[in-house]
Protein backbone atom coordinates (compact mmCIF):
# COMPACT_ATOMS: atom_id res chain seq x y z
CA UNK A 1 0.00 0.00 0.00
CA UNK A 2 1.41 3.20 -0.87
CA UNK A 3 1.75 5.94 1.86
CA UNK A 4 0.18 9.41 0.61
CA UNK A 5 2.80 12.07 0.82
CA UNK A 6 1.43 15.61 2.47
CA UNK A 7 2.15 17.85 -0.27
CA UNK A 8 1.33 20.96 0.68
CA UNK A 9 -0.72 22.87 3.94
CA UNK A 10 -3.53 25.25 2.62
CA UNK A 11 -4.48 27.27 5.55
CA UNK A 12 -6.19 30.97 5.61
CA UNK A 13 -3.59 32.26 7.91
CA UNK A 14 -6.60 33.27 10.78
CA UNK A 15 -5.91 32.79 14.33
CA UNK A 16 -4.54 29.77 16.23
CA UNK A 17 -4.72 26.49 14.13
CA UNK A 18 -4.68 28.08 10.99
CA UNK A 19 -0.80 29.83 11.92
CA UNK A 20 0.15 26.38 13.50
CA UNK A 21 -0.71 24.67 10.15
CA UNK A 22 1.59 26.97 8.11
CA UNK A 23 4.29 27.27 10.89
CA UNK A 24 4.69 23.83 10.80
CA UNK A 25 4.98 24.04 7.15
CA UNK A 26 7.50 26.11 7.83
CA UNK A 27 9.37 24.02 9.80
CA UNK A 28 9.13 21.07 8.30
CA UNK A 29 10.05 22.49 4.43
CA UNK A 30 6.28 21.43 3.20
CA UNK A 31 5.17 24.13 0.74
CA UNK A 32 2.17 25.93 1.74
CA UNK A 33 0.07 28.81 0.48
CA UNK A 34 -3.63 29.50 0.17
CA UNK A 35 -5.96 32.57 -0.01
CA UNK A 36 -6.45 35.15 3.14
CA UNK A 37 -8.61 38.31 2.86
CA UNK A 38 -8.13 41.29 1.31
CA UNK A 39 -5.70 43.48 2.97
CA UNK A 40 -4.57 40.04 5.09
CA UNK A 41 -7.21 40.36 7.52
CA UNK A 42 -7.07 38.23 10.04
CA UNK A 43 -9.71 37.74 13.13
CA UNK A 44 -6.92 39.81 15.12
CA UNK A 45 -3.82 41.87 13.88
CA UNK A 46 -2.30 41.14 11.12
CA UNK A 47 -1.28 38.48 8.82
CA UNK A 48 3.04 37.77 8.84
CA UNK A 49 4.18 38.06 5.22
CA UNK A 50 6.30 35.17 6.05
CA UNK A 51 3.19 33.19 5.21
CA UNK A 52 2.89 32.58 1.39
CA UNK A 53 -0.84 33.90 1.21
CA UNK A 54 -2.49 35.49 -2.13
CA UNK A 55 -5.55 37.84 -1.25
CA UNK A 56 -8.58 37.57 -2.37
CA UNK A 57 -10.46 40.60 -4.29
CA UNK A 58 -13.00 41.05 -1.15
CA UNK A 59 -12.09 41.52 1.95
CA UNK A 60 -14.54 39.22 3.91
CA UNK A 61 -14.07 35.95 5.73
CA UNK A 62 -16.16 33.93 3.31
CA UNK A 63 -14.73 34.42 0.32
CA UNK A 64 -11.13 33.43 1.55
CA UNK A 65 -12.80 30.16 3.31
CA UNK A 66 -14.66 29.22 -0.16
CA UNK A 67 -11.55 29.48 -2.26
CA UNK A 68 -9.38 27.34 -0.03
CA UNK A 69 -11.76 24.79 0.48
CA UNK A 70 -11.94 24.71 -3.16
CA UNK A 71 -8.22 24.44 -4.07
CA UNK A 72 -7.44 21.18 -1.34
CA UNK A 73 -7.82 18.10 -1.94
CA UNK A 74 -8.78 16.78 1.97
CA UNK A 75 -10.02 19.47 4.76
CA UNK A 76 -9.25 18.87 7.94
CA UNK A 77 -11.49 20.55 11.02
CA UNK A 78 -10.72 21.32 14.64
CA UNK A 79 -12.70 21.83 17.76
CA UNK A 80 -12.79 22.17 21.24
CA UNK A 81 -16.17 22.04 21.15
CA UNK A 82 -18.99 19.14 20.77
CA UNK A 83 -20.62 20.94 17.81
CA UNK A 84 -19.60 23.40 15.25
CA UNK A 85 -20.52 26.75 15.21
CA UNK A 86 -19.50 29.59 13.01
CA UNK A 87 -16.57 29.30 10.70
CA UNK A 88 -15.54 25.93 11.79
CA UNK A 89 -19.16 25.14 10.81
CA UNK A 90 -18.98 27.17 7.28
CA UNK A 91 -15.71 24.98 6.50
CA UNK A 92 -17.45 21.88 6.84
CA UNK A 93 -20.47 23.07 4.35
CA UNK A 94 -18.13 24.12 1.41
CA UNK A 95 -16.57 21.11 1.82
CA UNK A 96 -19.84 18.83 1.61
CA UNK A 97 -21.19 21.63 -1.33
CA UNK A 98 -18.45 20.72 -3.49
CA UNK A 99 -17.59 17.17 -2.63
CA UNK A 100 -14.41 17.59 -1.01
CA UNK A 101 -13.38 14.99 1.87
CA UNK A 102 -13.39 16.46 5.09
CA UNK A 103 -12.64 14.97 8.55
CA UNK A 104 -13.38 16.57 12.05
CA UNK A 105 -11.65 16.28 14.85
CA UNK A 106 -13.91 16.99 18.90
CA UNK A 107 -11.64 15.43 20.41
CA UNK A 108 -8.74 17.71 19.97
CA UNK A 109 -7.69 19.63 23.40
CA UNK A 110 -5.96 22.49 24.02
CA UNK A 111 -3.67 20.51 26.41
CA UNK A 112 -2.69 17.78 23.68
CA UNK A 113 -1.88 20.54 21.56
CA UNK A 114 0.52 22.39 24.01
CA UNK A 115 2.01 18.88 23.81
CA UNK A 116 2.89 18.24 20.14
CA UNK A 117 2.19 20.17 17.68
CA UNK A 118 -0.72 19.54 15.27
CA UNK A 119 1.18 19.74 11.79
CA UNK A 120 4.34 18.04 13.40
CA UNK A 121 1.64 14.66 13.84
CA UNK A 122 0.25 15.29 10.39
CA UNK A 123 3.36 14.94 9.29
CA UNK A 124 4.88 11.93 11.75
CA UNK A 125 1.70 9.85 11.82
CA UNK A 126 -0.17 10.94 8.88
CA UNK A 127 -3.06 10.91 10.55
CA UNK A 128 -4.99 13.06 7.42
CA UNK A 129 -4.06 10.04 5.17
CA UNK A 130 -5.10 7.62 7.71
CA UNK A 131 -8.53 9.44 8.76
CA UNK A 132 -9.37 9.99 4.82
CA UNK A 133 -8.74 6.06 4.14
CA UNK A 134 -10.51 5.11 7.10
CA UNK A 135 -13.45 7.51 5.67
Not at 20 to 32: E, Q, R, V
Not at 60 to 89: C, E, F, M, P, S
Not at 90 to 108: D, G, K
Request: with cysteine.
Amino acid sequence: MAIARLEKIISGGQTGGDRAALDGAINHGIPHGSWCPKGRRPEDGIIFERYCLKETPQSQYRQHTQWNVRDADATLILTLRGQLTGGALFIRQCAERISCQWVESQHYTVKACMRKPLVETIVTNNALYEAMRES
